[in-house]
Structures are given as C-alpha cells and as structure tokens.
C-alpha cells in the first residue's frame, strides 16, 4: 500500500472566500433559520408602534400567516410577547429587558466604566455616556443624565450612526482604513441635519484629523443644537471597544471654555478605563 493510500482522505470544503469578503453564516450546517425567523419577529417591534397585529407581523417579516402564528405563539408562550385579549395585538414583553440586565451586570466594560462616568458626570453636570461599535451604529450601553440633559429621549440601547456621531467618529478613528472603507460602504451616509458630514472623503479627512488630536467633536450633526465630545476606549492592541462622551446642549456651550476642557476629560476618562497598550 502506498503512503498515498495510507493518508486519510480530507473532507472537501467550500473554496475560501477572497481576502476582504465575508463568508455567509446562513449557509453553514450549524446555522438555525428557526432562530433568525424568530429573532426577525421580535425585531419587527421597532418603537414604530406599541402593538402590531398578526397581518402587520407577518407584512414585516415577509412570513406567511401560518408561520406568523406559529411564532408569536410560541413567542407569547414563552413570555417575550403579550397579546391583548380585545385588541388581539402583540407587543413586547418585560421579560426581554433580562438580556438587557444580564449584559450590562456581566459586561467587564460597562462595569470598569460606571464609576468613570459617574464621576464625570458629577464634574461636568451633563451627560455622560459609554458606547460601542455594532455593524454600522454606536449603541448606548451606560448612559449617565443630570438636570442639564439636552435629549431625554436617548437612552441605554439607543442606537445611532457612527459616522456623525462624535463617540462613533472616535472608534473608527482606532480602526484600519480597509475597515472604516468598509464600514462607510455598508452605511446610508445621508445629511440628518444642514450640520452633518456624510461624504465618505470628507469622513475620512476628520477621521485623520481625530487621529492626531486624540478625540471626535460633532456639533448639530445628528441632533440640532447637540454638542458632543468623546474619545475611544481601546484594548491592549489600541482597537477601539467603546468611547466616553460628553453631550452638551448649544444653549450651555462656551467654545472658547468647553471644548478643550471636555476634550481633556473624554481623553483622561478613556484613557483611565483602556486596557494597557502591548508593545508588539
């Protein structure tokens, strides 16, 4: 028998992928299209409305009226949709904000950060807060408020675009070019206010800016009279995993006082929180 023959034969696999291109998740064996189509209805409650009917469910999803049922059956079954007996409507359950609780109590960011963000709220008097990079958006994971808060309405798992928001504009900055490329291919670059910067050149250009001063600045670019102020948190590589802000409404905004002093204290409280830089 030849050594050929003797070694076992591999299994063939699907030719790699080209270097930069993402491989599908759905096409491998251990994906579970069950859990998508789930996870698709319970994302079809988007704070567009409270309740949504089961036509409304199934218009959303693209399923048709027996899977629709089967899922918000099973879904309300299992607590995380309550169904009105009048109306017989859907909405999200409480039970849903467990995920919420269990991240933010087991997350090792959030909790290096809360004391941080705490007391910078408590020496700034304006809102502080810690978000992270997901896909295309900076979500809110720690959002600390005082009596000087512009915008109520944001809150922990609010969710906004990275490339004109100060504390998305300083991850990215701590990102590799291919990276923010691709990042700003994949996003709806459009102008939220007179004030934004949504041209991926001009993107770029303040992204090397933020790179040699160390922190992002926005001013009325995702909310009208919003000032915002951030720089990254970064692992032992110098990755961005988070950044810390500071929001300021226009009317409590002195250039000339503010915006180094804020700039100093985004720097310092994120530098405080980062993991030690390795040296390579």
């Not at 080209?18 to 491998?28: I, K, Y």
């Not at 904000?97 to 933010?104: I, R, V």
Request: aromatic share 8%; proline share 4%; with cysteine.
């Amino acid at each position: 028998m030849s050594d050929e023959s003797k070694t076992p034969r591999k299994r063939k696999t699907a030719a790699a992928k080209p270097r930069g291109e993402v491989a599908d998740p759905s096409a491998s064996s251990l994906y579970v299209q069950s859990v998508e189509k789930a996870m698709k209805v319970l994302t079809a409650f988007d704070g567009s409305k409270r309740q949504l009917s089961l036509s409304e469910i199934s218009s959303l999803t693209g399923f048709d009226t027996s899977a629709t049922q089967r899922f918000t059956y099973t879904l309300a079954a299992l607590g995380y949709l309550l169904k009105d007996p009048d109306s017989r409507k859907y909405e999200l359950s409480p039970r849903l904000l467990d995920f919420t609780y269990h991240y933010l109590t087991s997350n090792d960011l959030v909790s290096r950060a809360t004391p941080y963000l705490q007391q910078l709220g408590s020496e700034t008097e304006e809102a502080t807060n810690l978000t992270v990079l997901d896909n295309t958006d900076i979500v809110f994971v720690l959002r600390i408020v005082s009596r000087n808060v512009f915008n109520a309405h944001v809150i922990t798992g609010s969710r906004l675009p990275a490339y004109c928001t100060a504390p998305g504009l300083a991850i990215l900055a701590t990102l590799a070019d291919g990276e923010i490329d691709d990042i700003l291919a994949r996003t709806n670059l459009v102008p939220h206010t007179p004030s934004t910067v949504y041209q991926p050149r001009k993107i770029k250009d303040r992204i090397a800016q933020i790179r040699r001063q160390g922190y992002a600045h926005t001013e009325d670019e995702y909310f009208v009279s919003d000032i915002s102020t951030a720089a990254a948190i970064t692992n032992a590589h110098g990755r961005g995993i988070g950044a810390v802000n500071i929001a300021v409404a226009r009317s409590r905004w002195q250039a000339d006082r503010d915006e180094k002093r804020f700039a100093d204290l985004v720097i310092s409280t994120a530098s405080a929180i980062s993991a030690r830089r390795r040296v390579d």
